[in-house]
Nanobody, 128 residues
Framework: EVQLQASGGGSVQAGGSLRLACVAS????????VGWFRQAPGKEREGISL????????YYSDSVKDRFTISSDRDKSTVYLHMSALKPEDTAVYFC?????????????????????WGQGTQVTVSS
């Protein structure tokens, strides 16, 4: 069974930093791209970042591309999202997601939910 365990959320002040972690299990790490979506109350989900664990290619939304960094650790089967210069609008539940590397990843932010395996989510709260 594919499982994604997200952690690292918490409360920080604007301008602060936070690192999220997603531990993947139940599948070969390099066979899936792993990333993060977020959802704030009353708002639709937003694709934040994605990394190909096969090639190392990374993808970011425009809203976070200069502030967030995604990375992977093959030995730990873990994907990290380091978030810097956090803003109140970053407040959301952050979900770790995975998708088969057999897919072309360019349009990942527009894919429907059924394309992904979802983790449980971790809350990030940024105060002003």
């Amino acid at each position: 069974e594919v499982q994604l365990q997200a952690s690292g959320g918490g409360s920080v002040q604007a301008g602060g930093s936070l690192r999220l972690a997603c531990v993947a299990s139940g599948f070969t790490f390099g066979d899936y791209a792993v990333g993060w979506f977020r959802q704030a109350p009353g708002k639709e989900r937003e694709g934040i970042s994605l990394i190909s664990t096969k090639t190392g290619a990374t993808y970011y939304s425009d809203s976070v591309k200069d502030r967030f960094t995604i990375s992977s650790d093959r030995d730990k089967s873990t994907v990290y999202l380091h978030m810097s210069a956090l803003k109140p609008e970053d407040t959301a539940v952050y979900f770790c997601v995975a998708v088969s590397e057999s897919n072309v990843l360019d349009y990942w932010k527009t894919w429907p939910s059924w394309m992904w395996t979802w983790g449980q989510g971790t809350q990030v709260t940024v105060s002003s």
